[in-house]
């Protein structure tokens, strides 16, 4: 993932809108990601994975976009709800190894407008 | 238990001062993680532990952090003279196997305050 810096990007959408997040990873060889979703004061949480063999793959509400030319995952919500609000980051894994060897992006909080 | 927990939930310190963290993993998880996560940055590791294999600590930004595991459960890590600038979340994450494929649980983090 890349470092955004001390302010983490922020993502306002008005309820039942889609959302769209983005994170650029940096190791063209990594072959597994993640994103996770962080609410507040509390742990990060797996939403939906992805490998580096697919380019699209979908959950209940979310999909992962997978675009391995350009180094770049998003992370599409439909129908945003109030309890989506959270910090969402991805996380990518070099060839063969295990959440020891995983870069974490910073993250874009997602503010979900009532 | 649960789900993972780590205790305290905060933490304030002076500089100088020894802090110890602990981590309960979720029971029968072999594997267990410590990170880091600093304002603005994404989480940096720190160490892992894996059933009775010697742990990874390639993570550890100094000699002045160490993390034990008693028991194949528990876990405490240690920051000993703490620094202004260990000021983080500290995050224990527990898994059943260590292995990619497998979901990774986060316990809430303990948030220290270095004074």
């Known amino acids: 993932g890349e470092s955004v810096g001390l302010h983490l990007p922020t993502l306002s959408v008005q309820e039942g809108d889609n959302s769209i997040i983005n994170c650029a990873y940096s190791n063209s060889a990594s072959d597994y990601f993640i994103w996770y979703k962080q609410e507040s004061g509390k742990g990060p949480q797996f939403i939906i994975d992805i490998r580096s063999n697919m380019d699209k793959r979908q959950g209940q509400r979310v999909t992962v976009l997978l675009n391995k030319t350009v180094k770049h995952l998003s992370l599409q919500i439909a129908a945003t709800q109030p309890g989506d609000s959270a910090v969402y980051f991805c996380?990518?894994?070099?060839?063969?190894?295990?959440?020891?060897?995983?870069?974490f992006g910073t993250g874009t909080k997602l503010q979900v407008i009532p | 238990g649960a789900g993972v927990s780590q205790s305290p939930s905060n933490k304030v310190t002076e500089k100088g001062k020894d802090v110890e963290l602990r981590c309960d993993p979720i029971?029968?998880?072999?594997?267990l993680y410590w990170y880091r996560q600093s304002l603005g940055q994404g989480l940096e590791f720190l160490i892992y532990f894996q059933g009775n294999s010697a742990p990874d600590k390639s993570g550890l930004p100094s000699d002045r952090f160490s993390a034990e595991r008693t028991g194949g459960s528990v876990s405490t890590l240690t920051i000993q003279r703490t620094q202004q600038e260990d000021s983080a979340v500290y995050l224990c994450?527990?898994?059943?196997?260590?292995?990619?494929?497998?979901?990774?649980?986060f316990g809430p983090g303990t948030r220290l305050l270095v004074l």
């Open positions: 996380a990518d894994f070099p060839p063969s190894g295990g959440y020891q060897k995983v870069t």
């Open positions: 994450a527990s898994s059943l196997l260590g292995t990619r494929q497998e979901t990774q649980y």
């Open positions: 029971s029968g998880h072999t594997a």
